[in-house]
């Protein structure tokens, strides 16, 4: 895998503040995407084990909630694996961090259960996001208003009451994101 750019410190993608990884690779191609260079799967840098050390490291300081992954695609079958042990590492290192991923793909349709790559690999992904925004961008539903979404028709959806419930559960902005306040 490789990746287009890191924000050490990123407000916009997700609840305070937070390290964005923005992978390379999407075929996707939404019309007027944000980040069309990133479509390319080998833009940028290579994503090795220094680029996950340096990600935990940056994620380190207390007042970082959490990581959100970006694109390109973090859900393409071929960045998938990479993302998984970054996932994995974090976990370890940082549990109480939460994970915010944005995918042009809709969750029930294109994701779940088993729909997209390996689906061992996707199970154990999916089981790491605290958030998933899903659904292309669509020029004609964009809505500047919207908060993280660029369009009407992506959702915010609270990954871990959707495993649980075995249905959509959106995210509630009231709810908060109490996450990733202690390292």
């Not at 050390?53 to 992954?69: A, E, K, Q, S, Y």
């Not at 042990?85 to 779940?112: C, H, M």
């Not at 979404?149 to 559960?169: C, F, H, P, W, Y």
């Amino acid at each position: 895998m490789y990746y287009a750019t890191i924000k050490p410190r990123d407000i916009a993608n997700g609840p305070g503040v937070r390290v964005s990884l923005f992978v390379s690779g999407c075929n996707h191609h939404c019309k007027n995407c944000f980040n069309e260079e990133a479509w390319d799967f080998q833009y940028g840098d290579p994503f090795t084990q220094e680029t996950i050390d340096h990600i935990i490291d940056l994620m380190r300081p207390n007042f970082v909630r959490g990581i959100t992954l970006l694109g390109g695609e973090p859900f393409d079958p071929k960045n998938q694996g990479a993302i998984v042990e970054l996932l994995r590492q974090i976990k370890q290192e940082l549990p109480n961090k939460s994970i915010w991923a944005f995918t042009g793909y809709v969750f029930d349709r294109d994701i779940w259960p088993g729909k997209l790559g390996d689906p061992a690999i996707t199970e154990e992904y999916i089981g790491y996001l605290d958030v998933l925004v899903d659904g292309p961008f669509i020029e004609k539903q964009k809505n500047l208003s919207l908060r993280f979404r660029g369009s009407e028709n992506q959702r915010i959806i609270d990954m871990k009451k959707t495993l649980a419930a075995g249905e959509i559960v959106l995210w509630e902005d009231w709810q908060g994101d109490s996450k990733g306040m202690k390292g």
